[in-house]
């Protein structure tokens, strides 16, 4: 296959998977970012494919193309963390590196059309590209640390689309970085490797967006709540073999103590109540009656915030951790940002997590 048809194949596929998020119902912020990134590739695409064609002009097209490595950053906070997942700093960390990318294709361009005439070893441009290189490799680092983070404590699903995010996202960098060394004389054959990984990060974050969705769907599905007759009948039919007697309720609280108790599973970020059902292969409604008459629990949320604000004050209280930040005491504890976790320890312990770790660690006076 000859470069130029790969790089049409992969144009098309960008496009494909741009326009195809059009037409996902109840969009997600993964979603518009994916369709983000794969409209910035497109251009990048297109920028290469009409390069010996309008020239100089090529890099005007290349200046939209300033959403890559980090628009893939943005989008993959996106589909591992539930809550919090981008804030203003993140966007403008990101939107910081597009501005870099865009000085740097207004310099080629410049540079290029003889507009202005700009001396070819320009400190300024070499300070330009030195610093985007640095913050698109930073970008790189913290899109696999998404894939990394809260790996342990994840649903054995969620295990399996972290690993395909991981390999596709590591494997794409890994080749990337040998084909440069491997044809370092051979330009052509690199930038076919590159078109083709490019290809196959595409397809492969598609088809995980689509898998985590129908995972999202389920899960939305098994936690909806009971809103007509024949649910609530279905429901109860499940349980009445199960809820015979006193005794088997008992047990079954016991058995969703030791669970998230004893195998910790309070731990796990975006820990949910079909979780807990599927694991004991029972009916979710029975593990709410369970918490409520059985352990004392409002609901499902309120008796995991409170198991990990108990961990996160032992963590607070531990000498051997002083250094440890709020946010990393937040995420150790199960919690996805450090927003959430301030304010479920307030409204338990009537503290902020610094005020509490000053309360129990200051020295007893004499």
């Known amino acids: 296959m000859e470069l130029q048809s790969l790089q049409i ?7 494909g998977s741009m326009f195809g998020q059009l037409f996902v119902p109840n969009k997600q912020a993964t979603h518009i970012l994916f369709a983000i990134f794969c409209g910035s590739v497109a251009m990048s695409i297109a920028k290469t494919i009409s390069g010996n064609i309008i020239g100089p002009y090529q890099y005007l097209i290349g200046m939209a193309a300033c959403i890559t490595c980090n628009g893939y950053w943005l989008m993959s906070r996106t589909l591992f963390r539930a809550q919090h997942s981008i804030s203003f700093q993140h966007i403008l960390f990101a939107g910081a590196i597009a501005v870099l990318i865009m ?14 005439n700009i001396a070819e070893d320009n400190l300024g441009q070499h300070i330009l590209r030195e610093l985007t290189i640095l913050l698109s490799s930073s970008i790189l680092v913290l899109s696999f640390w998404e894939g990394c983070r809260g790996y342990r404590r994840a649903s054995k699903t969620e295990q399996l ?3 395909l995010f991981l390999m596709t996202f590591g494997g794409a960098v890994a080749i990337s970085k040998a084909t440069q060394g491997i044809y370092a004389n051979a330009p052509l054959s690199q930038e076919f490797a590159t078109t083709a990984i490019i290809l196959f990060v595409v397809i492969n974050t598609q088809l995980l967006i689509l898998w985590r969705s129908h995972t999202t769907r389920q899960q939305a599905l098994n936690n909806q709540p009971i809103d007509n007759v024949a649910t609530v009948k279905n429901e109860v039919l499940e349980s009445t073999p199960n809820t015979s007697s006193v005794a088997d309720e008992t047990l079954l609280s016991k058995q969703v103590e030791t669970l998230i108790n004893n195998d910790t599973l309070f731990l796990q970020p975006n820990l949910k109540i079909s979780d807990i059902a599927q694991k004991l292969s029972v009916s979710e409604y029975r593990i709410s009656n369970a918490l409520r008459h059985h352990l004392d629990a409002k609901n499902f949320n309120q008796y995991i915030n409170e198991l990990r604000i108990k961990h996160a004050q032992a963590l607070l209280a531990d000498t ?3 250094k440890w930040t709020v946010l990393v005491v937040g995420l150790e504890s199960g919690f996805a940002s450090v927003g959430p976790f301030t304010r479920a320890f307030k409204s338990i ?17 004499a």
């Open 161 to 163: 689309q972290r690993l």
């Open 349 to 365: 312990t009537g503290y902020t997590p610094n005020q509490y770790r000053q309360k129990v660690c200051q020295p007893k006076s």
């Open 320 to 322: 051997d951790k002083q």
């Open 103 to 116: 000085l740097n294709q207004g310099y080629l361009f410049v540079s290029n059309s003889g507009l202005v």
């Open 9 to 15: 194949i992969v144009l098309c596929a960008c496009l």
